[in-house]
C-alpha cells in the first residue's frame, strides 16, 4: 500500500511537471533587469536642494559664493524619515544644479561645500543623504547639471574632463546609485569663471558625447538606471506637470530623442510601438510650483498629488515628486503634511483588491501554468494566450454586487509591452456596459470610473496586442 501511494504521488509529480505550456516568445524590446526594478519602485523623491535654496533663485548664475549655502538645521535622516515615511522609494539629490555649486567636497573644484559654513567646510551633503538612505533602506539617485555656470572650461574639452571625473567620483564613493538624472537644461550665459557670457551648445548631445557618459555609468556602476530627454535607460515624459499620456510605450528610439526643439515630444509622450529600445517615461514634478524652495509659494493639495498619482504611477511609468527643503534643510511642515495625507489617500482607496474574492474566467489560455487565475493578486505569474491568439476577455464575478471605482491592469512586461487597445465593462440588469476604456497598459494602468459602479460582473476585453497576451494583473478597487 505505501508503495502504491509513492507511486502515485510521484505519477501526479511528474504530471504536474509535465503540464507546464511552453511559455510565449518575447518581444524584441524588453526591459533590462535594471529597469525591471526602476519598475517595481513606482515612485520616488526628488530633492531640489543647493545654493538656489539661500538665493531665492530657480537658476543660479555661477557666481553664488559658496558661503552662502549654510542650512541651520540639515539632517539627512529626517529628510530620508520624510521619503520613506511617504512610501517612496528612492531619494534623487541635486549633487549638482546649473550653478555649478557641489553638495560634496569634489576634489576637482573650489566651488563647493567645503568653502560653505555649513558644519565648517566639513560637511558633505551627498554623503550624508547617501548614508541615510542606506540605513533606512531608500534607494539614493544623483542629478549632476550638465550645464555648469561657474565652470571657466565650459563648452571647451576641459569642462568635459572635469565633468566625467566629478561622475567616476560620485559614483565610486556614494553608490549604489539606482538612477543618474541629467536635465536637458544646455548653455546659456553664465558666469563661466568671471567671462560673464552667453554659450550656447549648437547641440548639447553631440558636445556632452552621451554615449561616453554612459559607458562610465555602465563601467562603475551597471545597476544604475540613466536617465535623460535625449537618451534611454528612461525618458522624460514630455511634461513636468506630472501627467503621461494616456497612450504611451515604453519603447522608444534614440535617434528620435535626441534634443531637437519640440521635433521629440511627440516621441517623448508616446514613446514608439516599434521603438527599438526599453525607454520608459519618468513624470518629474515639483510638489511646489517651483523646483527650489520660495518663502512665498505653496504646497500641492493632497488631491492634486494624488491625480498626479494617477497620471503617473497609473499611466505605465514612474513618478519623480520633488520635495523642496527650506533654509534650516527641511521639508517644510505644510509640505509633509500634504505629502502624508497623499500617502493615506493612495494606501486607503488601492487598500482592498476586490478581485481577490471573486471568481475569474478568461476566454482563452495557452496552457498549463498560464490559467486565468494567474491574474489575481500580486505575483510573478501571468495569463498569456496561445501563439497567434491577441484578442481575449478576462470576466470576474461575485455572488453579491461589489462597488468599484477603480480597474488596475497589469502587464508582464518582462516579455514586453504589446497591449494596443482594450476595453472595461460592467454588467447592468443583464447587459454589458462600457466604463473605460484605452490603447496602451504597459507596467501598470490605473483607470478611474467616470463615476462608481455598482455590479456582480465586471470584464477586460483585449481587442488588439502586439503578439499573445501576456497580463500579470487585474485588480479592482
Ligand atoms: C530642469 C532644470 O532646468 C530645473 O531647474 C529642474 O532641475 C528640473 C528638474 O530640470 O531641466
Not at 542650512?71 to 534623487?92: C, M, R, S, Y
Not at 557641489?102 to 551627498?126: A, M, R
Request: hydrophobic share 35%; charged share 25%; with cysteine.
Amino acid at each position: 500500500m505505501r508503495n502504491f501511494v509513492a507511486l502515485l504521488a510521484c505519477a501526479v509529480s511528474v504530471l504536474m511537471t509535465a503540464c507546464q505550456a511552453e511559455a510565449p516568445e518575447p518581444m524584441s524590446v524588453v526591459p533590462a533587469p535594471r529597469q525591471l526594478a526602476w519598475h517595481e519602485m513606482e515612485q520616488y523623491a526628488f530633492v531640489h536642494f543647493t545654493i538656489n535654496t539661500f538665493t531665492d533663485k530657480e537658476w543660479g548664475y555661477g557666481d553664488e559664493s559658496p558661503e552662502l549655502f549654510n542650512p541651520t538645521d540639515f539632517d539627512a535622516e529626517a529628510l530620508v524619515k520624510v521619503v520613506k515615511d511617504a512610501n517612496l522609494k528612492g531619494l534623487i539629490l541635486t549633487a549638482k544644479h546649473h550653478d555649478g555649486f557641489c553638495l560634496w567636497p569634489s576634489k576637482y573644484t573650489e566651488h563647493s561645500i567645503k568653502n560653505s559654513p555649513y558644519k565648517d567646510g566639513k560637511g558633505d551633503i551627498v554623503g550624508e543623504v547617501a548614508e541615510a538612505c542606506r540605513k533606512q533602506g531608500v534607494k539614493f539617485g544623483i542629478y549632476l547639471s550638465p550645464w555648469d555656470r561657474n565652470h571657466a572650461g565650459y563648452g571647451t574639452d576641459e569642462y568635459l574632463t572635469y565633468y566625467r571625473n566629478q561622475l567616476r567620483e560620485l559614483l565610486t564613493a556614494y553608490g549604489p546609485v539606482f538612477e543618474m538624472w541629467f536635465d536637458g537644461a544646455n548653455g546659456g550665459d553664465g558666469y563661466y569663471g568671471g567671462a560673464r557670457e552667453m554659450r550656447v551648445m549648437e547641440s548639447g548631445y553631440l558636445y556632452y558625447d552621451w554615449p561616453k557618459v554612459v559607458d562610465i555609468i555602465r563601467e562603475l556602476s551597471p545597476e544604475t538606471v540613466v536617465w535623460s530627454s535625449s537618451l534611454p535607460d528612461a525618458r522624460w515624459c514630455s511634461n513636468e506637470r506630472g501627467v503621461i499620456d494616456e497612450h504611451c510605450w515604453a519603447m522608444a528610439t534614440p535617434a528620435d530623442m535626441y534634443p531637437k526643439g519640440k521635433d521629440n515630444i511627440p516621441v517623448l509622450k508616446h514613446g514608439m510601438e516599434d521603438g527599438n529600445r526599453w525607454a520608459p517615461a519618468e513624470a518629474d514634478v515639483s510638489i511646489r510650483p517651483g523646483w527650489f524652495f520660495h518663502e512665498y509659494e505653496q504646497p500641492k493639495t493632497p488631491e492634486q498629488l494624488f491625480n498626479i498619482y494617477l497620471t503617473s504611477v497609473g499611466r505605465g511609468g514612474t513618478l519623480l515628486l520633488n520635495l523642496a527643503p527650506d533654509r534650516r534643510g527641511r521639508v517644510p511642515e505644510q509640505d509633509v503634511e500634504s505629502l502624508m495625507a497623499w500617502r493615506k489617500m493612495v494606501d486607503e482607496t488601492f487598500a482592498e483588491d476586490l478581485a481577490l474574492e471573486a471568481k475569474v474566467v478568461a476566454s482563452s489560455n495557452r496552457g498549463c501554468g498560464y490559467g486565468a487565475k494567474n491574474l489575481i493578486g500580486a505575483d510573478e505569474k501571468y495569463w498569456a494566450t496561445e501563439d497567434g491568439i491577441t484578442t481575449g476577455d478576462v470576466e470576474l464575478s461575485w455572488n453579491e454586487p461589489r462597488q468599484l471605482k477603480y480597474v488596475v491592469i497589469q502587464e508582464h512586461i518582462a516579455l514586453g509591452q504589446r497591449v494596443k487597445e482594450f476595453v472595461v465593462e460592467a454588467q447592468k440588469n443583464g447587459s454589458w456596459s462600457e466604463v473605460a476604456k484605452g490603447t496602451t497598459v504597459g507596467y501598470k494602468r490605473i483607470l478611474p470610473l467616470a463615476e462608481a459602479v455598482t455590479t456582480d460582473k465586471v470584464r477586460v476585453r483585449f481587442l488588439d496586442s502586439r503578439g499573445p497576451l501576456t497580463i500579470a494583473r487585474v485588480a479592482v478597487y
